[in-house]
């Protein structure tokens, strides 16, 4: 379980560091997908959308309704969770550069 927690936690951050490198700090679930493929986490589309709907819980994205998909934003507090300078529990940490 513990191993499950830390993966969830990472791939959260994942999540916020790829908007972070995005222009307008938005991108869709596809995108966002493949950002998560290309750092190792191999999660569903499922999955993509759970962390979504929870970094939207927890004020660090905002989402929009395009039909079939989402498109992600990137919020200030999201992007100070992402450099390390405010902590979310359920997010890793990023180490200092």
Not at 7 to 24: C, F, H
Not at 62 to 69: A, E, F, I, K
Request: with cysteine; proline share 3%; glycine share 8%.
């Amino acid at each position: 379980m513990e191993l499950e927690k830390f993966m969830k936690e990472d791939q959260r951050l994942v999540i916020l560091r790829s908007l972070q490198e995005m222009p307008g700090y938005e991108a869709n679930e596809s995108i966002i997908d493949c950002c998560l493929d290309g750092w190792g986490h191999r999660v569903s589309r499922d999955a993509v959308r759970m962390h979504l709907s929870w970094l939207e819980e927890m004020a660090l994205v905002s989402l929009r309704d395009l039909g079939d998909y989402k498109i992600a934003t990137l919020t200030g507090r999201g992007e100070d969770v992402a450099t390390g300078q405010a902590v979310v529990p359920g997010v890793k940490r990023p180490r200092a550069q």
